[in-house]
T-cell receptor, first 109, second 117 residues
Framework: QKEVEQNSGPLSVPEGAIASLNCTYS??????FFWYRQYSGKSPELIMF????GDKEDGRFTAQLNKASQYVSLLIRDSQPSDSATYLC?????????FGTGTRLKVLA | DVKVTQSSRYLVKRTGEKVFLECVQD?????MFWYRQDPGLGLRLIYF???????EKGDIPEGYSVSREKKERFSLILESASTNQTSMYLC????????????????FGPGTRLTVT
């Protein structure tokens, strides 16, 4: 079992819809969770982080964390073609960050 | 804004050459990291450093070494480049050390795409 798992996609959504990206992790001791956006050929860019159970909203983005079920998700409201990218989930456990391999999102105009 | 810069955007080297990749951050961050990213394999940690002159091996340290003589600068060294080290190399930094109550978000540099022929 991979330590951080994401569906590789592509996840295709129409412009204006809600995109829902999911990530599961195996280490119950993980404390901090991050979402990065990576455009093709570019480096990852931090878009959200969440440390506590529940929801955290920032503009069109909402991160959701459920430690009991060991999953973290990212919702993108009013998706735009410019949101088309690969989204990486990262989990920080004891002394280590672990990245998922990413979900490719395509927003169709 | 946090700024992480890397010395080269693209680099082409020959097999057996010694290669230096430089990374500089301007936000007084404690931790610095070197990753490589390959299609289908995601980000893999090569080395990290939590303080000046301190270094720890990551998941794939073989064939690499690092140097951190100043807090803002973290160098990755390929002692004798090989074709299987062709990759995108990403440097990152984060503010706090492990176990503290600070912030742990990593910020990435633009990356160096290294080709070894």
């Amino acid at each position: 079992q991979k330590e951080v798992e994401q569906n590789s996609g592509p996840l295709s959504v129409p412009e204006g819809a809600i995109a829902s990206l999911n990530c599961t992790y195996s280490d119950r001791g993980s404390q901090s969770f991050f979402w990065y956006r990576q455009y093709s050929g570019k480096s990852p860019e931090l878009i959200m982080f969440i440390y506590s159970n529940g929801d955290k909203e920032d503009g069109r983005f909402t991160a959701q964390l459920n430690k009991a079920s060991q999953y973290v998700s990212l919702l993108i409201r009013d998706s735009q073609p410019s949101d088309s990218a690969t989204y990486l989930c990262a989990v920080m456990g004891a002394y280590k960050y672990i990245f998922g391999t990413g979900t490719r999102l395509k927003v169709l105009a | 804004d946090v700024k992480v810069t890397q010395s080269s955007r693209y680099l082409v080297k020959r097999t057996g050459e010694k290669v230096f990749l430089e990374c500089v951050q301007d936000m007084d961050h404690e931790n610095m990291f070197w990753y490589r990213q390959d299609p289908g394999l995601g980000l893999r940690l090569i080395y990290f450093s939590y303080d000046v002159k301190m270094k720890e091996k990551g998941d794939i340290p073989e064939g690499y070494s690092v140097s951190r003589e100043k807090k803002e600068r973290f160098s990755l060294i390929l002692e004798s480049a090989s074709t299987n080290q062709t990759s995108m190399y990403l440097c990152a930094s984060s503010l706090s050390s492990w176990g503290g109550t600070g912030t742990y978000e990593q910020y990435f540099g633009p990356g160096t795409r290294l080709t070894v022929t």
